[in-house]
């Protein structure tokens, strides 16, 4: 198994889910947030996403984000900010995403869910 590179800044693991995320803009002066929109996250860990978005976000946009686990009903609520962002098309941007808060509920259910993943794919690679 190579070495982790030493330019790796990522604090947690990364995992290749496709899970469904609603994103919302938050706005700027009290704004109420922008409908909705769906993307589809390529990287999931506990500290952010890369998600596959419809629309371009500006690095520095704030989104309120609803995680939708393949198993929950309930999805998990976070705050993020824009990192990066790199246009695909005219209709898709894979865009990257720090987690920057979660309810202590949501942050257990969501760590809980990425171990249990974790786990599987280390059991489905022996």
Known sequence: MPLPDPKERRKYARLDLALTVAYRVIGQTGQQPANPADAISQDVSLGGLRLMTPTALPNGTEV???????????????????????????????????????????????????????????????
């Open 64 to 126: 309120e984000l609803d995680i939708h686990l393949a198993d929950d009903q309930q999805p998990i609520k976070a705050t993020g900010e824009i990192m990066w962002q790199t246009k695909l098309s005219g209709t898709s941007y894979e865009t990257g995403v720090l987690i920057k808060g979660m309810p202590a509920e949501d942050r257990g259910r969501f760590m809980s869910f990425v171990f249990d993943q974790m786990s599987k794919m280390v059991i489905n690679a022996h």
